[in-house]
Nanobody
Framework: QLQIVESGGGLVQPGGSLRLSCASS????????VGWFRQAPGKGREAVST????????AYADSVRGRFTISRDYAKNTVFLQMNSLKPEDTGIYYC???????????????????WGEGTPVTVSS
């Protein structure tokens, strides 16, 4: 069972930035593709961004493209989500997930995810 721990969430004003971290001992090698997902209050879960096992391919939801950047650091066992120009509609619980199969289409990202973290809350409000 792969253990995943998210961190970095918090309260930020509109236009601000946050960097989320997703750590796992399994991220030291090119075994897992990783994705960030979010669930806003009263809404379903949506895929935000994904990165493939080698870190050479990424995908983003239209709502965050150009503002969010996903990256991974194998030495630190961590996948990051840099979030800039945050908007109130970015508010929600952000979950990190991992799986061995990478789906390049962001709308299919959930299919490949086998392991999930417990989430970290992000609130964008003035």
């Amino acid at each position: 069972q792969l253990q995943i721990v998210e961190s970095g969430g918090g309260l930020v004003q509109p236009g601000g930035s946050l960097r989320l971290s997703c750590a796992s001992s399994g991220f030291t090698s090119e075994t897992y593709a990783v994705g960030w997902f979010r669930q806003a209050p009263g809404k379903g879960r949506e895929a935000v961004s994904t990165i493939n096992r080698s870190g050479t391919k990424t995908a983003y939801a239209d709502s965050v493209r150009g503002r969010f950047t996903i990256s991974r650091d194998y030495a630190k066992n961590t996948v990051f989500l840099q979030m800039n120009s945050l908007k109130p509609e970015d508010t929600g619980i952000y979950y990190c997930a991992a799986g061995t199969i990478y789906y390049p289409e962001i709308t299919e990202a959930t299919f490949g995810m086998e392991y999930w973290g417990e989430g970290t809350p992000v609130t964008v409000s003035s």
